[in-house]
Nanobody, 122 residues
Framework: VQLVESGGGLVQAGGSLRLSCAAS????????MGWIRQAPGKEREFVAA????????YYAESVKGRFTISRDNAKNTVYLQMTSMKPEDTAVYYC????????????????WGQGTQVTVSS
């Protein structure tokens, strides 16, 4: 599975961005998907995850209420809508996929995108 992220960029604090992750695999709908971020000098941090069905979502406490993960299985794409952004959201954001929901949440998914930079200015 190849994953390609897009939508990163520079935004002011309080602003919004929407990240997209397009998957090459026709069986995309069978994968749990997630977003993981890594700030300079820090470990990768779980952000959000969504199961193959899209029936539920799971968020890190630091983004709950501000970020929304969703997926469109017809388009093989997962999204991360980010609002009320803060400087501490600055990081490279990675899309990840796995048939195991647990692996996505644990940041051990089998498949990863190349990452997209998100910078929030104060």
């Amino acid at each position: 599975v190849q994953l390609v992220e897009s939508g990163g960029g520079l935004v002011q604090a309080g602003g919004s961005l929407r990240l997209s992750c397009a998957a090459s695999e026709r069986t995309f709908s069978t994968y749990a998907m997630g977003w993981i971020r890594q700030a300079p000098g820090k470990e990768r941090e779980f952000v959000a995850a969504i199961p193959w069905s899209g029936s539920s979502t799971y968020y890190a406490e630091s983004v709950k209420g501000r970020f929304t993960i969703s997926r469109d299985n017809a388009k093989n794409t997962v999204y991360l809508q980010m609002t009320s952004m803060k400087p501490e959201d600055t990081a490279v954001y990675y899309c990840t996929a796995d048939t195991s929901w647990g692996a996505v949440v644990a940041r051990t998914g089998d498949y990863w995108g190349q990452g997209t930079q998100v910078t929030v200015s104060s």
